[in-house]
């Protein structure tokens, strides 16, 4: 089985022959691979050979994620939200994995607030001004969704924050009115175009859960332990419906120490991965900050779990 089929399996809610993974950003190509390309992932050069040398140095970074750390997909996170690059690394990487493609302000979220006094205000006297710019947002999001899976994009991560740790940006009723029905055109025009609606967000989401479900992304990434998100009780409430990605506590993979790595890993895998329907990864990205031995950590208990339960380890190499 190769990584496209099981992340295909995973989301269709059977058990592949082991957990898929991956990251969303993977911040640390010089940690782990002597790797250190001429721009960061989120830089992206104006002049087209400076452009195509940018792709071309990120493109050996994912075909190393993939070889030595056992990915079984790739978000082109470099340069993000690029048809080209996505176009380069799909016909690179061809059907081995699945190749997506993130987009950012698709919809209201933390993230893209300048002045909560002003949101705040508009929310409760103005609400036509929120829902107006929630649309000029919403049909941005779906050109570039065009462009990116006219170019071989095979999920769309959309990525908005919506939650702090005490729970979402705003009530679920203010959500409801100006985020839920623009995450649900979104994500049925992501359908649309053949391709996988996948949603990123941390914090605290458990009273805005069913919008999201009922909004219709295909998976969820975060599962924000730091913010008190529970793998397993989601689960539970999401099962047949969306599948998970993530809960590895990423302050543990900041900060350590190895055996709260380890426990959180542990529990991820064995809450998530029964009957299908979770993607193991940390619970943000792998940024820069982490140490690379943390994630190694993070891959050790994968490969032990894998090993127990005798799943194939071949494409996951360790590193010292």
Not at 256 to 277: K, M, V
Request: with cysteine; hydrophobic share 40%; net charge negative.
């Amino acid at each position: 089985m190769n990584g496209r089929q099981r992340m295909l399996k995973a989301i269709s809610f059977e058990e592949p022959d082991r957990p898929p993974h991956f990251e969303m950003v993977f911040d640390l190509p010089r940690q782990a691979f002597g790797l250190t390309p001429h721009y960061r992932w989120h830089e992206v050069p104006n002049d087209p050979v400076q452009k195509e040398i940018h792709i071309s140095d990120w493109l050996r970074i994912y075909e190393r994620l993939i070889a030595d750390f056992g990915w079984d997909a790739i978000q082109v996170f470099a340069p993000p939200q690029d048809p080209d690059g996505v176009r380069r690394v799909r016909k690179a990487l061809g059907d081995q994995v699945m190749v997506g493609a993130i987009v950012w302000k698709a919809i209201w979220s933390i993230d893209i607030i300048p002045d909560w006094e002003r949101f705040s205000e508009d929310l409760i006297e103005n609400p036509r001004s929120i829902i107006d710019q929630a649309e000029k947002l919403c049909l941005a999001a779906e050109q570039l969704i065009d462009r990116l899976t006219e170019a071989g994009a095979e999920f769309i991560m959309m990525a908005s924050d919506v939650g702090f740790n005490g729970g979402p940006f705003i009530s679920p009723g203010h959500f409801r009115q100006v985020v839920t029905p623009y995450l649900h055109r979104l994500c049925q025009h992501v359908t649309r175009r053949g391709a996988i609606p996948m949603m990123h967000t941390d914090g605290m989401i458990m009273s805005i859960l069913d919008q999201i479900m009922e909004a219709g992304p295909k998976v969820l990434q975060s599962i924000d332990p730091m913010a008190g998100m529970d793998i397993a009780a989601v689960k539970k409430l999401t099962y047949g419906k969306m599948a998970l990605m993530g809960n590895v506590q990423c302050s543990y993979l900041e900060q350590g120490p190895e055996e709260a790595i380890r426990r959180s890993a542990l529990c991820c895998l064995d809450q998530g991965s029964p009957g299908g329907g979770y993607i193991y990864s940390s619970s943000n990205t792998i940024f820069d900050g982490v140490p690379l031995r943390n994630y190694l950590v993070m891959l050790e208990v994968y490969r032990e779990w894998c090993a127990r339960h005798g799943c194939p380890l071949s494409p996951i190499k360790a590193h010292s």
